[in-house]
């Protein structure tokens, strides 16, 4: 029978406790989740600041709306680019300290165009173990050669580029040809929680003249004393972030110099042949990293309630420590993971079970994510139960 690998592939993914669903929410904020008819308290939301729903977020957007539409009608190459798309990148720009933003429908999308652009043939990538799909994908897609270092290897990163650079030299045929480096990583790690190395990976940048590529999607609002993420820490070439999680809209950003986004506005094909975010959600999207930029305690209250949980945890719960809003604590069995996962869930907990390929093989975890819209009760409760049913 003709696509008979569909239904085996999906028999197989059953069988080894992979099996995915979708589950459709009836209602959802920083600190509840409704599901068939239960209510849950999430700790499975990317809303890290608690902005989703914010009544001046929810008001720019009707503004935008009423001004803009709610459909930019093209490509931002045809007539999609609005003065909404415009305010929205200036404000970016101003916020990160760049000189030139461009938008892209999503995560996924602005960095496949990156590493796709980025990968031309005289290029070389040095991507994080642990870097996002996107980017893995990008980057195997396009022309350049790739390497990817152990997870926050810096040692290695840097023992990579000595090697190609000792290579190149003894190379009679490539001595006129010149080498561009990109180096990759996350700014927080999605699945683990922790924080790349910025300082000392923008310092092997610069000295070895080198892009620095950062994918802030997990660290944008959240990092910086006005939210910057990476770009609080050190220098950063290029920046992306998404606008999904912490800033509580949709799409995505890339923030870099002049001759990098005139490059994408020529050459990318994400950017080129893709119809233009909605210039209500641009607006409402402007008005959220406004608040972010002020509102300094919702970044206060995740650093005290991840503190707070890291403290009323058991020490037979393996928790992968971290400064950031993702927790991971690792169960292993894929099995045992999705029995822990419904048992918080019996308990009126919702977290989900992330098991590989997203992780590696014998990592499965719960990925807690702490916001500004729990309360101290919420963690207690949390840890309690947590430390209940793991044995």
């Known amino acids: 029978m003709a ?47 608690g902005l989703n729903h914010h009544p001046e977020i929810n008001q720019a957007l009707l503004e935008g709306a009423e001004r803009f539409g709610t459909c930019a009608s ?5 007539t999609g680019y609005s003065y909404a798309h415009q305010a929205l990148e200036n404000e970016i720009c101003d916020w990160l300290n760049q000189p030139k933003c461009l938008l892209f429908a999503s995560g996924f999308s602005a960095n496949s165009a990156l590493m ?6 005289s290029c070389q990538l040095y991507l994080d173990k642990l870097s996002h799909a996107s980017l893995i994908d990008g980057a195997l897609s396009s022309e350049a ?4 270092f152990l997870h926050n290897d810096i040692t290695q990163l840097e023992r990579f580029i000595v090697q190609s650079q000792s290579a190149a030299n ?21 699945m683990d929680g922790d924080q790349a190395d910025i300082a000392n990976l923008s310092k092997i940048a610069q000295q070895y003249q080198a892009l620095f590529y950062v994918d802030d999607a997990h660290s944008i609002g959240v990092v910086g004393d006005k939210g910057q993420g990476s770009s609080s820490m050190a220098n950063v070439d290029v920046v992306m972030a998404t606008f999904g999680k912490s800033i509580a809209t949709s799409g995505a ?19 080129i042949y893709s ?11 402007k008005k959220s990293i406004e608040l972010i930029q002020t509102q300094h305690w919702r970044r206060e209250k995740i650093t005290e309630l991840s503190h707070l949980l890291e403290s009323k945890l058991s020490e037979k719960v393996q928790l992968i420590k971290n400064a950031s809003s993702i927790h991971a604590i ?8 999705l029995d822990v996962c419904q048992k918080l869930r019996d308990r009126g907990i919702w977290l989900s079970a992330i098991r590989p390929p997203t992780v590696p093989n014998n990592s499965s975890r719960l990925r807690v994510t702490v916001t500004s819209s729990h309360e101290i009760k919420d963690i207690n409760y949390l840890a309690d139960c947590i430390n209940e049913v793991i044995e």
């Open 3 to 49: 696509f008979d690998f569909l239904v085996e592939n999906i028999a197989q993914q059953k069988q080894r406790a992979r099996y995915r669903v979708r589950q459709c929410v009836a209602e959802q904020n920083g600190r509840h989740v409704k599901i068939n008819d239960v209510t849950y308290l999430n700790f499975s939301s990317n809303d890290y600041l």
């Open 74 to 78: 093209g490509s931002s190459l045809i």
């Open 116 to 121: 796709q652009a980025l990968g031309h043939k």
């Open 145 to 148: 050669k790739v390497k990817r």
């Open 170 to 190: 003894s190379d009679i045929n490539s001595i006129d040809d010149e080498i561009n480096r990109v180096i990759v990583s996350e700014g927080v790690f999605s």
């Open 253 to 271: 950003f890339v923030a870099c110099d002049e001759n990098l986004a005139e490059y994408l506005v020529n050459f990318s094909r994400h950017y």
């Open 275 to 285: 119809t233009a975010i909605s210039p209500a959600l641009a607006w409402a999207t």
């Open 330 to 337: 690792v169960i292993g069995d894929e099995m045992a993971t």
